[in-house]
């Protein structure tokens, strides 16, 4: 049974920062590209950022591109989201999901398998 779990969401002051984890069981970790997307109240499921399964390569949103970075661990099955310099905009549930392809894809619907969510709260 494949799961993805995230984790290090909470509440922070904007200007802060946040690392969240999303740990993979249940399938060949190596094997997936892995990407990060948020849901804000009332708004549509965004991409974030995503990783290739072989962390070569990245690709962010514009809206985080410079304050975010996206990496993995294959050996521990695990992807991060290093957040920094949080804004207020940035609060959402974010989700971890799984594409067993070799490209990366900002579009939700290539990803298979999902994570449950950790809710990140930036205040101002």
């Known amino acids: 049974q494949v799961q993805l779990v995230e984790s290090g969401g909470g509440l922070v002051q904007a200007g802060g920062s946040l690392r969240l984890s999303c740990a993979a069981s249940?399938?060949?970790?190596?094997?997936?590209?892995v990407g990060w997307f948020r849901q804000a109240p009332g708004k549509e499921r965004e991409f974030v950022a995503a990783v290739r399964r072989s962390a070569d390569i990245t690709v962010y949103a514009d809206s985080v591109k410079g304050r975010f970075t996206i990496s993995r661990d294959n050996a521990k099955n695990t992807v991060y989201l290093q957040m920094n310099s949080l804004k207020p905009e940035d609060t959402a549930v974010y989700y971890c999901?799984?594409?067993?392809?070799?490209?990366?894809?900002?579009?939700?619907?290539?990803?298979?398998?999902w994570g449950q969510g950790t809710q990140v709260t930036v205040s101002s």
């Open positions: 999901a799984a594409r067993w392809d070799w490209n990366l894809s900002r579009t939700g619907a290539d990803y298979g398998y």
């Open positions: 249940g399938l060949t970790f190596s094997s997936y590209a």
